[in-house]
């Protein structure tokens, strides 16, 4: 079984560990664990202590103001590797008590892109999207993603093939991109796939974004044939991430997150209560990761994924509750899908969510003729679709609105409350708090900026 294992080592090597600029090795970190075969591939991450803004407060609840330290003598290690399937609940429990700087051996699950189920037509096309989103209001106001960056955390772009299909030129931040140990291929020219249907879906809203390309899906498990990835991955992609977004000034921070992806299968997790579990573990480091990303100022979307119950993808094996780990995280936004016409699509994800009650957080569009990257008569499909359009919108609003003006909070709020509601009691686990409006942000955003006039 793949696992990750947190460790505390001496405070210098953890200052090493979160130094880019310093190459440590998982050797260097972990060696000679018993049971352990480490995978070398993967660089050590450092992980952030969360602590409480009020004292006395559980460093364990995500739902609370936060603040995360990467002090040397107070943040964590993490490296990846494998333990015998017939050994792994004998190795997690001896671990820390022959290892002492060994904190935790946590679940690294599969990890897959959220494509759709059924046959069903595309209903309307990215004109309409564009329209619903009052894209031509949004660049009106100046808001069309120029300068934001925009990373794409998924199976690799191809610049080309949207370029193609927008029919404008688009920018590919190749220096900031990322790509796990042994992806082949250069940032945004990698085959067209479902990392170029979530690229072109969040540029409809935002065409001048900067897009930052992050193959994660390209990664294959030892021995794998699927195209999936491994959470550790992920987390290595998002240490990446915090270091672009660090080297960015405080007062024009803007980096905006989707993720069309999630666990679907409590196969490759511990149980629910292990405390090496990733779908009900506010602990798990990847959880931690994302919290201190948010506070940080990122903007961090993910689908809610589309194991809706009219419409089950095949893939779907937690029994209830399937908005699991990260894409159920409070400090993020869980994005459900509704086509063109504003009717909730049948495999989107219903909540409630496992680490926040209330996910998905609103819906954005889906299920539209759009990128052409599965075929010219295959839709923009699943809440992968609708996670980057929820994206687009964000980013475009982070054109004069960068985190310092509008926090990542705030804007999370602004966005959940401007929502078209689509019930009658409020809140509910089929639209979150509504679909996603643009005409309602472009007037909020308004009224913040006379009043700070």
Not at 179 to 191: L, Q
Request: charged content about 20%; hydrophobic content about 40%.
């Amino acid at each position: 079984m793949r696992v990750l294992i947190q460790l505390r080592p001496s405070p210098d090597l953890v200052a090493a560990v979160a130094d880019p600029t310093v190459a440590v090795t998982a050797s260097d970190v972990a060696d000679g664990l018993p049971g352990v075969v480490l995978d070398h591939s993967f660089a050590p991450v450092a992980v952030p202590r969360p602590v409480p803004a009020t004292p006395g407060g559980d460093p364990l609840s995500l739902s609370q103001p936060l603040t995360f330290s990467m002090r040397p003598e107070e943040a964590s290690v993490v490296v990846c590797g494998e333990i015998a399937d017939d050994e792994i609940s004998t190795r997690v429990s001896l671990l820390p008590m022959t290892r002492g700087e060994v904190v935790a051996v946590y679940s690294d699950p599969v990890i897959e892109s959220s494509l759709t189920c059924g046959d069903d037509p595309a209903v309307g096309d990215r004109h309409d999207v564009a329209r619903l989103l009052r894209v031509t209001d949004l660049a009106a106001e100046g808001l069309d993603g120029s300068g934001v960056a925009l990373a794409v955390v998924d199976t690799g772009i191809n610049a080309a093939h949207v370029e193609r299909v927008l029919g404008h030129d688009i920018t590919v931040d190749r220096d900031r991109s990322w790509s796990p140990a042994g992806v082949s291929g250069k940032p945004g020219e990698h085959p067209v796939d479902h990392g170029t249907m979530c690229a072109f879906d969040a540029l409809i809203s935002a065409p001048n974004a900067s897009l930052l390309d992050m193959p994660v899906l390209l990664s294959r498990r030892r021995g794998g044939s699927t195209l999936d990835g491994l959470l550790s991955d992920a987390i290595a992609a998002y240490a990446h991430l915090r270091n672009v977004l660090e080297a960015q000034p405080a007062e024009s921070r803007a980096l905006v997150i989707t993720n069309s992806w999630g666990s679907f299968s409590p196969r490759w997790d511990f149980p629910p209560g292990n405390p090496g579990n990733y779908s009900d573990n506010p602990a798990h480091p990847f959880n931690l990761i994302i919290g201190s990303l948010a506070e940080a100022g990122a903007d961090i979307l993910f689908a809610a994924g589309n194991c809706g119950r009219e419409c089950r993808d095949s893939r779907c094996a937690f029994p209830d509750r399937p908005i699991v780990g990260a894409n159920s995280h409070p400090k993020v936004l869980s994005i459900g899908g509704v086509d063109t016409n504003g009717q909730r699509v049948g495999y989107s994800s219903q909540g409630p969510g496992r680490l926040a009650e209330r996910k998905p957080d609103f819906c954005a569009y889906t299920h539209f003729a759009g990128s052409q990257a599965f075929g010219d008569d295959e839709p923009d499909s699943g809440t992968s679709a609708a996670c980057p359009v929820a994206a687009g919108l964000v980013a475009a609003v982070r054109t004069l609105w960068p985190s310092a003006k509008l926090s990542a909070s705030q804007l999370r709020t602004l966005l959940r409350r401007t929502a078209d509601d689509r019930s009658d009691v409020g809140y509910d686990y089929d639209y979150g708090y509504g679909v996603v409006d643009a005409a309602g942000v472009i007037a909020a955003l308004r009224r913040r900026a006379a009043k700070a006039a």
